[in-house]
């Protein structure tokens, strides 16, 4: 399974430059400022002031994170429209504690103009959880100040400590260990029971400091005792992350999984089922029913959110089961991207739907196909091949099956040879077979397909690649103009990025690999000179670094990292991946060698 970093993460991280912007230009304002329970809060954008992003004609929502105590939802609101001014209304319930405020049309959102506002009590004091939502915004300086304020209202708060110790690994140059082990040591002391909010946080620390054992028993305890809190598909969230992120070895994640499932299967309206039923609905012995108890309930209660009817399709597809179902589902999910609804309850950067959308127009296909439907199938599988912007082979299998299907044996063959130059071994024997069955035998094959493969390139279906003129770490200059004749490699990632460090070992493979080859590898980090080069002290990574590279990362429109590009000796973008895992290596591999001829 690939792992990703949304780009979104990040500004979130950082949304006080945003309101530093937001303030000055009056683009977006808050009336009241501090909303208090009980409150309508009314969101002005103004289309017509200086440094606005939004158009007063475009489609738009006003997405919220609203955060009630511990807990936090994305939701969207309408818009009123008067002349410029686009508005949005917030009624404020008791028990929230924070907001973030975003306009975000279909394509993304305005990263300049954004705000975020404590919420207050009637009587005006900060409601429970509203500075712990200010932790990251306090920076390295004065992320504790702000933790201390939160405990002093509230000091059985327990999840705050989450929340405090992520800061910690983040801005402690020791990863916050001394801060999170004495914590921990207090707390154990000062608490006789265990809240389920501790049992949380506690997970977290223990993990952080390497302690899986203890991480893992606590986990295990949540899903066998409180399967359906909130908490609990928070903590098993995070223990997978962890996981993944120190490549933890041994059967501890195999436990945390089959508790998990057991847990899924009995409550399937829980947050964690919730959470976790996509890779469940394409596992296929997960039970078919509790997929769709858990994701009929979930349309229910948001009708427009597109996820829950792509789940239901992806789980119908790996079953080869419910088809027409499926195929209605997979529909929906289509039009629920379309409509932008992927940006409003999702990613509000929009970035996930540039690969959702191509990837439910497969799922249709490959239903359409197993149900006869040979034309929905042909359009669909066209419609997936030609929305995807990253590199995936399996779409153009998908079109090449279903033209074989039909019977065009020549565009059958076209298809199964862009798969191959994807990075598909099972497409160049299909197309292997192919030839094979029309000529009687294989003699001749390698010619053709030299031929064929020459022709799958056509200059206006890829892009010139952004140019760049840079510098390394050492101080050394690498001009994309300058590098034509050779093959670029290019990595995007940042140190906080857990799939980004986990794939380098991988990565610094092919750099020996290719070390004698026309292949130049650039890494293009968003973090500073300095942060970098305290990193690579442990951990090797042999690409060429760039730091502070975030407006390249802009320029190639990276939104989700890691982030692969591939860039041909004519300056071109021919391939592209994202996500990160241990062998991402051997999916680059094969692409670098088809652009160098091989």
């Given at each position: 399974?690939?792992h990703?970093f949304n780009?979104h993460?990040?500004i979130?991280a950082?949304i006080?430059s945003?309101?530093?912007?937001s303030a000055?230009?009056q683009?977006m ?5 501090q909303?208090r329970?009980g409150?309508e809060?009314v969101?002005?954008?103004?289309t017509?002031?200086?440094g606005a992003?939004?158009l007063?004609?475009?489609r738009?929502?006003?997405?919220a994170?609203?955060?009630?105590g511990d807990?936090s939802e994305?939701e969207a609101?309408?818009?009123?429209r008067?002349?410029p001014?686009?508005?949005g209304r917030i009624?404020?319930e008791?028990?929230m504690s924070y907001?973030?405020l975003?306009l ?6 305005d990263q300049?103009?954004?705000?975020e506002?404590?919420?207050l009590w009637?009587d ?6 509203a500075?712990?939502q200010k932790l ?6 004065g992320?504790?100040?702000?933790f ?12 705050a400590?989450?929340?405090?110790w ?6 402690d140059p020791?990863g916050?260990k001394e801060?999170?082990?004495a914590?921990l040591?207090?707390?154990s002391?000062?608490?006789e029971?265990?809240p389920?909010?501790w049992?949380y ?12 054992e203890?991480?893992r028993?606590?986990v295990l ?8 809190h909130?908490?609990?598909?928070r903590a ?12 933890v ?13 057991e ?14 039923m996509l890779p469940?609905?394409?596992?296929a012995d997960?039970p078919?029913?509790?997929v769709?108890?858990c994701?009929e309930?979930?349309i229910?209660e948001?009708p427009e959110?597109?996820?829950?009817h792509y789940v ?11 088809l027409a ?11 629920s991207?379309l409509?932008g609804n992927y940006?409003?309850?999702v990613s509000i950067s ?8 191509p ?7 490959e239903?359409a196909?197993?149900a ?9 599988a ?7 912007e990253e590199t995936n ?13 039909i019977?065009d044996?020549?565009?059958?063959a076209?298809?199964f040879?862009?798969?191959w130059?994807?990075g598909s071994?099972t497409a160049l024997v299909a197309l292997?077979?192919?030839?094979t ?6 003699i001749?094959f ?5 031929g064929?493969?020459?022709e799958t ?5 890829v892009l010139a690649?952004?140019?760049f003129?840079?510098m ?8 994309l103009?300058?590098?034509r004749g050779?093959?670029?490699v290019l990595?995007?990632?940042?140190i906080g ?5 986990v794939?380098m070992?991988g990565?610094n493979?092919?750099v020996?690999?290719?070390r004698n080859e026309d292949?130049?590898?650039l890494?293009?980090?968003?973090d500073?000179?300095e942060?970098?080069?305290s990193f ?5 990574f042999?690409y060429?670094?760039i730091p ?7 320029l190639?429109k990276v939104q989700?990292?890691?982030?692969h ?9 021919i ?5 990160g895992s ?9 692409l670098?060698?088809?652009?160098l001829?091989r």
């Amino acid at each position: 399974m690939r792992h990703v970093f949304n780009l979104h993460v990040l500004i979130i991280a950082s949304i006080s430059s945003c309101l530093a912007w937001s303030a000055a230009g009056q683009v977006m304002t808050l009336d009241p400022e501090q909303p208090r329970w009980g409150d309508e809060l009314v969101v002005t954008y103004d289309t017509s002031a200086d440094g606005a992003q939004i158009l007063a004609s475009q489609r738009v929502r006003l997405v919220a994170f609203v955060y009630a105590g511990d807990e936090s939802e994305q939701e969207a609101f309408e818009i009123e429209r008067k002349g410029p001014l686009l508005i949005g209304r917030i009624p404020i319930e008791e028990g929230m504690s924070y907001l973030q405020l975003y306009l975000v049309t279909p394509s993304g959102f305005d990263q300049r103009n954004t705000a975020e506002t404590m919420v207050l009590w009637p009587d005006g004091q900060p409601a429970r959880g509203a500075y712990v939502q200010k932790l990251f915004s306090a920076g390295p300086e004065g992320y504790l100040d702000v933790f201390e304020k939160e405990m002093a209202l509230y000091p059985d708060h327990y999840a705050a400590y989450r929340e405090k110790w992520f800061a910690a690994k983040a801005f402690d140059p020791n990863g916050g260990k001394e801060i999170i082990e004495a914590d921990l040591a207090k707390l154990s002391d000062e608490i006789e029971d265990r809240p389920v909010a501790w049992m949380y946080a506690q997970a977290f620390g223990l993990m952080s400091l390497g302690r899986e054992e203890d991480a893992r028993a606590i986990v295990l305890d949540l899903l066998g005792h409180h399967p359906e809190h909130f908490f609990t598909q928070r903590a098993v969230r995070s223990y997978d992350y962890e996981v993944f992120a120190q490549q933890v070895q041994g059967v501890g994640s195999e436990q945390v999984e089959a508790a998990k499932r057991e847990a899924i299967e009995n409550h399937p309206h829980s947050p964690l089922a919730r959470d976790s039923m996509l890779p469940l609905a394409m596992k296929a012995d997960f039970p078919l029913d509790v997929v769709f108890a858990c994701c009929e309930r979930w349309i229910e209660e948001q009708p427009e959110h597109p996820m829950p009817h792509y789940v239901i399709a992806a789980a119908c597809k790996t079953r080869v089961r419910e088809l027409a179902k499926g195929i209605e589902h997979a529909k929906r999910a289509v039009n629920s991207i379309l409509k932008g609804n992927y940006s409003y309850y999702v990613s509000i950067s929009g970035a996930g739907s540039v690969d959702l959308l191509p990837a439910a127009y497969a799922l249709w296909g490959e239903m359409a196909l197993a149900a006869g439907r040979d034309g929905e199938a042909l359009a669909a599988a066209q419609t997936a091949v030609e929305l995807q912007e990253e590199t995936n082979p399996d779409r153009h299998e998908l079109l090449a099956r279903v033209w074989r299907e039909i019977g065009d044996f020549d565009q059958a063959a076209a298809a199964f040879a862009e798969a191959w130059e994807a990075g598909s071994e099972t497409a160049l024997v299909a197309l292997r077979s192919l030839y094979t069955d029309r000529h009687g035998g294989d003699i001749g094959f390698e010619q053709y397909l030299a031929g064929i493969t020459g022709e799958t390139i056509v200059e206006d279906d890829v892009l010139a690649a952004a140019a760049f003129c840079v510098m390394n770490l050492p101080g050394d200059t690498y001009d994309l103009a300058e590098l034509r004749g050779k093959v670029v490699v290019l990595n995007f990632w940042f140190i906080g990025c857990a799939p980004c460090r986990v794939e380098m070992l991988g990565l610094n493979e092919l750099v020996s690999e290719f070390r004698n080859e026309d292949v130049v590898f650039l890494a293009f980090a968003l973090d500073k000179a300095e942060p970098l080069r305290s990193f690579l002290k442990e951990h090797q990574f042999e690409y060429e670094i760039i730091p502070e590279a975030g407006e390249i990362a802009r320029l190639y429109k990276v939104q989700v990292f890691p982030t692969h590009v591939i860039i041909d000796r004519n300056g071109r973008v021919i391939y592209r991946l994202t996500g990160g895992s241990v062998d991402r290596h051997n999916d680059l591999r094969p692409l670098i060698e088809r652009t160098l001829g091989r």
